[in-house]
């Protein structure tokens, strides 16, 4: 699928609220095939962007492990 899924769970630091919302928005754009959706399908695409992100959440919040974090394996976004 995508080579550039990120490990999102069990991370040092733990990944922020902005970071879940951009893997559900690159989830979505994979699976919709659109980059950014006509104005018909933007109020779709977006409540889906809304729906995986929260699903994420949920299911980071919700797993359990006796492992060490991770260190993050990716540079951190810099401001632009």
């Not at 879940?20 to 979505?28: E, N, P």
């Not at 980059?35 to 018909?40: A, G, I, K, T």
């Not at 109020?43 to 492990?65: G, I, N, P, S």
């Not at 060490?68 to 394996?73: I, K, L, W």
């Amino acid at each position: 699928m995508c080579r550039n899924i990120r490990r999102l769970y069990n991370c040092d630091p733990p990944v922020e609220a902005e970071e879940v919302r951009a893997s559900a928005l690159q989830f979505v754009r994979k699976v919709s095939g659109y980059r950014v959706p006509s104005r018909v399908n933007e109020a779709a695409f977006e409540r889906a962007v809304d729906e995986v992100t929260a699903a994420t959440e949920r299911l980071l919040a919700t797993l359990e492990t006796k492992a060490a974090p991770r260190a993050r394996q990716w540079p951190e976004r810099r401001a632009t």
